[in-house]
């Protein structure tokens, strides 16, 4: 077997690994998760919950009441690269809009660390925001 025919077939091999672990993830990122905050007078506790079908709820719960952001997601996975996309996430007090393109840094068991490294318009002036989640059992 030359080089090239094993290069084809790792590759292939790659790609066949790769696509179901997609669904894989957008599995694991199913349900409700506890926002850590680093901000020493936070404006209230933050938790997201994914409904696995591409809706995340946002829910700021503060000392005035509650207040609710709901948006689309979207996992999009690749052999090398796991992002997460948020749509239509309105501002909360004290708090960004989730809105844009976040690389998944670390998500195993009942932790993910994201980081927003663009908005969905390619612009990136601006859109850093570190979202790390513990899931709430």
Request: a neutral charge; one cysteine or more; aromatic letters at 8%.
């Amino acid at each position: 077997m030359n080089s090239k025919s094993l290069i084809i077939i790792l590759l292939a091999c790659t790609i066949l690994v790769a696509m179901p672990s997609c669904k894989k993830l957008a599995d694991e990122l199913k349900g409700t998760w506890n926002v850590m905050t680093f901000d020493t007078k936070p404006e209230g506790t933050m938790q997201i919950t994914f409904d696995g079908n591409s809706t995340a709820v946002r829910i700021l719960d503060t000392e005035t009441g509650m207040k609710i952001d709901s948006c689309t997601y979207e996992v999009i996975q690749t052999p090398f690269k796991k992002r997460l996309i948020f749509r239509d996430s309105d501002m909360l007090p004290g708090y960004d809009h989730l809105n844009g393109i976040y690389r998944i840094d670390k998500m195993k068991g009942n932790v993910i660390v994201t980081t927003r490294t663009s908005y969905e318009d390619g612009e990136d002036g601006g859109c850093y925001y570190r979202l790390e989640m513990i899931r709430k059992h």
